[in-house]
């Protein structure tokens, strides 16, 4: 695998290559269904790429026991077990609040550095600027990839997304991770096997991962989210005639809101899937702020798009993975009853009532175009 | 004039000094009531430490004449001319979108730094990481400022400010670049001759330049947007009884309402004073955006305020520079009527209608604290 350099330098990964990516995650003492989205998200939608997770507190297990997918993955507890499984690279695999890397890891991608491994990283915090790993990467002849690092070339919106015939389409959600990207990537495989031409915008140092190109919205400078979110949706629409939107964090979160207020704005979505998830009642991390109900958050995502582009929700995407099937289920139906919108949870159960809404709304919305 | 360096690295800026500063401020081509705010401000507000202006198309004329305040400054041709008026530094007069420097100007500067010019800025583009500008200051001993710098130890925002007594007002608008820097320093300063215990939370370049601290939280990493106002708030909390922060930008601007959006979910406001251009009937430079009515923006943004802490808008600051009187007083009386909120212009007429409904506010919220 090897990465453009110019694109690399850009923030636009070009991940195809011929020789194969075998990943070593690093996710010691946070590797979970809820602590280690980096490494899920991979191990759900690139399980070939990966041949081990190092997690000291889950070692032993399989990524299917630990995550309930992945297959027979294999828990190491150390960077040494985990070199024994012949990796060509380690992927930070948690993305901490803050973005700050914990000292322990340091030494840990330092020495798998120094043994010729290449990094690939989502955090905030640029290991490529870190001298002693970068120090290290010489040393082993290692590459750093920080999946986060910007574009130098950004601009503020302008609303240029107006311009494109593609169906924009946008998760957004009642809290940060709750499933706006993995919705969103089940959207994407389901109408490709329907044969819809769909395209996936990564907003976020995962999807990048996952999709090979991308900008993560969050850490760019804060004027231009906007614009990276433009850049994304015009990106996405010269691959689609449907773009899914990665969607980030939350309108009513208290941290992250601002970036996901501009890059509902940089996107001008035609229309939002809201994704929630039915056990939470207050936001992540900071119980001070409840979760409103669904008809509320509907009623205020379409009001803050009104006066830019009218946009409805046309859908809503359930993250049940904590409940039993029966309250699954339950939850399903109480969010359509709630909210009279199609709704369903796309990785435990068929995505179809999404696709089918999403479809739908694409067709009527080129039919009235004439 | 001197920046203590370790402030500075951390983008707070101690600007109090014994030596005097005179500022030369660059705003050539661009010099004007609508086109160079950090200009006009650093002219309103500290007009004893600007000797003059660069301005190839109002050269001969006075700050008076061009902007309708600022006294007998005056307005010359050319860098050379301008020196003879004996200043300690050039100011970067001007923030155009997307912040990138005019090229011209680069030269410019650099003739000034190389005559010893400390040179202020508060450009997105960082003047000290251009090689030409930091060699021309060097060879001249000059320094550069670049005031938008942002601390390098930001957190996300997580509610701290909810702790605080002081009450906190935001300035909120129905564009950018419309009033709400003006409209909290034209209270700041009514509020301080009253007698009352107010603080001024600087979230621009221009705000930084007159309070002597703040942050640029346009220039943050995007998911610090919040963290950078939560600082902001708490730090003016030390200061003041009543916060006054500086609005940024709007939440219907399509550029940069991810940084509006985020500073009031950072700055989590009591109450917020709308600010807006009646003679506006669309977005500036954006107009495809119709603004909306007062009451309708009113509606929108205690919308989005109340999931994480209830705040009224209380008062409507209006910016009538391009009105006749009467049509200003019309403005007035038309803006009161449409929301039944106290209304006026803070610059052209007494700002008491607003501090009036500021004190009110606060003092019913001391006693209903007990």
Known sequence: MSVDSAAAAAGAYALADDRPVRFLV????????????????????SPDRVVGVVDSVTAGRTTEQ???FG??????ATLEEGLALGP?????????????????????????????????????????????????????????????????DLVVSTGRVRDVASTVILTVGSDCNIGKMTTQ????????????????????????????????VDAVVADF????????????????????????????HPSYSGVTYGLLHGSL??????????????IYRNDWVPIPPLKDLITLHEAVAAPLRPAPVI???????DLSDEDARAAVERAQDETGLPATDPVRFDPAPLVDAITRFHEARIAARG
């Open 66 to 68: 630990v995550l309930g």
């Open 315 to 321: 859908a809503i995407g359930l993250n049940t993975f």
């Open 269 to 282: 979505p035609h229309a939002m899937v809201l994704c929630h998830q039915p056990s939470r009642t207050t």
């Open 88 to 152: 060509t690279a380690v992927l930070v695999g948690i993305a901490p609040a803050g973005g700050q890397l914990p000292q322990p890891w340091r030494e840990t991608i330092a020495a798998a550095a120094r043994r010729g491994l290449d990094v690939w990283s989502g955090l905030h915090y640029f290991l490529s600027d870190d001298p002693m790993l970068a120090d290290a990467a010489a040393a082993g002849g290692a590459r750093i990839l920080d999946l986060r690092r910007p574009p130098a």
């Open 225 to 252: 989210i906007g614009g990276a979110a433009e850049r994304l949706t015009l990106q996405g629409a010269t691959q689609g005639d449907i773009v899914l939107v990665e969607g980030q964090g939350s309108i009513v």
């Open 71 to 76: 297959g027979a993955i294999p828990v190491v």
């Open 185 to 216: 990537l089940q959207l994407r495989d389901a109408m490709r096997a329907r044969g819809q031409r769909v395209a996936f915008a990564p907003t976020g140092q995962t999807g990048i991962l996952v999709e090979g190109w991308g900008i993560g």
């Open 26 to 45: 690093l996710a010691d003492g946070h590797f979970g269904p809820m602590t280690s989205k980096t490494a899920n998200a991979c191990i759900r939608y």
